[in-house]
């Protein structure tokens, strides 16, 4: 046994949740629908969950995916699994199947957990099983035969029997209610989270217990978590800030929460209320549209006291609007990605007017810096990439060490993304050198976008970019030049980015001319576009293509 694995000093998510069970085994721990669960029943939930994985054969270092919309036995599943030594690995229920089928057979997941809104596209994905070898799943390190599909498949969330599927209630029948005895290390992998890159496909990022704590530790002393607040998950779980940033601090620190499957302006408005919402999280794009709601003026937010903005860049009427209509709330922006857990910097209240635009300056446990090219840090006032050092980083890319060596270039984990430091310390970020576009919180690649376009046959040139959006924080926009002879609308373009694209990749606007912009070496100046597009939502007023009425991202259809 290590000392890392020795149960006198070991630290893990299970202990996480025991160790508040211990503290306060009364206290509502999580409110889902008319249920509420104590710290008590959530943790012998948990071990029960732990008992049947492991009666299932599920063993140390095994991967167990999760397709899931919000609900209690997501959360039960999360430490449950984390209990067993095995490997969480939450699936964005948002993608395309082509996507998902890629996940599955890159992680090769023993077990599958789905709330019965996903079952059916859980079903089409085992249905096309097995996916056909890729050049790119060889390259990553997958044998060119397909991964063996998940044996155990779970439906949580439901009684009801489903043929080829057990339920969570079924699966935990006569299950011990005490901790499963497991030797596990603090250094563990405890998830993997998929996350969208520079390629088209998505890279899974590999987190430990020991990352996710220290990440824990952080956002409880600079977010001012307190054992009485009263929180909302609404985001999704699947994404790392509500289940790190806000969902695995509040279980440490034994406050209570109440859980969503979307933020649904009204229900939210409701829940915010009727809950005495003390805390909460979510992008700008959430929250306009929960201002922008009927019941808003005539909803009791008196309770609420701080918020925390994140996942987008936030837009200044909005910090307005709640200074004026909500004066005793705090507000926090926060910055980082999935790789560091996902915190990394923090705008603080009080420094919402005096460094606007920042997005603050390092956590608690963080050390970040600003490098060239040749890895020499530079100084105040000089943009250059934005690298850190901290517990929070990632062990790695699974099964992609080539990746995971370049993003550690001269002791530091690489962000891709580009910014500078005042002479303050608050750091800007000012592009992504990785091109990504982050749109209502969500992460989309570039290059998967322009991909799916220059399939179109009246493309010849796309490049793909973010700007500046009142409601979406960057709205993702397609600048084409068509071959010559060939002739395009922009309604017909989003329809064929329909069919192939998840609805919040599709670009919301589309613009046409007649070259791109390139450097001497032919690559297209994409910071040229965004400074000439970058009043584009504004000129439009704001709105999307006709063609086009999207919902919130993380709205379920």
Known sequence: MTQSSAPWRRQTLGDTLHRSRMRHPHKRALLWRDECVSYGELDERANQLSHALLAQGVRKGDRVSILATNCLDFVIVHFAVARTGAILVPVNFMLEQ????????????????????????????????????????????????????????????????????????????????????????????????????????????????????????????????????????????????????????????????VILDSPEPGRLLRTLEGARVTQFFCPPTVWIAMTNHPDYPHTDLTALRKCYFGAAATPMEVLESAAR????????????????????????????????????????????????EEGNLLPPGQL?????????????????????????????????????????GFLTVVDRKKDMVKTGGENVSSLEVEEVLYQHPGVQEAAVIGVPHPYWGEAVTAVLA????????????????????????????????????????????????????RDLAQQMGGATPQSETPAPPTDIV
């Open 98 to 257: 082509t996507d998902i089928l890629y996940i599955l057979n890159h992680c090769r997941p023993k077990a599958l957990f789905v709330t019965p809104n996903r079952l059916r596209v859980a079903e089409d994905v085992l249905a096309a099983w097995p996916p056909a070898a890729t050049a790119d799943s060889v390259r990553r390190g997958l044998s060119r035969e397909a991964a063996q599909a998940p044996s155990l498949r779970v439906v949580i969330d439901s009684t009801e029997t489903v043929p080829g599927w057990t339920t969570l209630a079924e699966l935990c029948v006569g299950q011990p209610r005490e901790e499963l005895d497991v030797e596990i290390s603090d250094t563990d992998v405890a998830q993997i989270l998929y996350t969208s890159g520079t390629e088209s496909r998505p890279k899974g990022v590999m987190l430990t217990h020991q990352n996710l704590i220290w990440e824990y530790a952080s956002c409880i002393v600079d977010f001012e978590f307190q054992p009485d607040d009263v929180l909302v998950h609404a985001m999704p779980f699947f994404h790392s800030a509500q289940l790190h940033a806000f969902l695995g601090p509040s279980v440490y620190i034994g406050s209570t929460g």
């Open 482 to 533: 068509l071959r010559p002879g060939a002739a395009a609308d922009a309604g017909e373009v989003l329809s064929f980015c329909r069919r192939r694209l998840a609805s919040f990749k599709v670009p919301k606007y589309v613009v046409f001319a007649d070259a791109l912009p390139k450097n001497p070496s032919g690559k297209i100046l994409k910071r040229e576009l965004r400074v000439r597009y």
């Open 384 to 424: 250059g990439e934005i690298v850190h050092r901290s517990p929070h980083v990632m062990l790695g890319y699974y099964a992609d060490e080539a990746r995971t060596e370049g993003v550690f270039a001269h002791g530091w984990f690489h962000t891709g993304d580009l910014g500078f430091f005042d002479a303050d």
């Open 325 to 372: 209509d909500l004066p005793q709330v705090r507000i926090w922006n926060t910055y980082g990605q999935t790789e560091v857990a996902p915190f990394a910097t923090v705008l603080r209240p009080e420094e919402q007017r005096i460094k606007p635009g920042s997005v603050g300056r390092p956590c608690l446990n963080m050390e970040t810096a600003i490098m060239d």
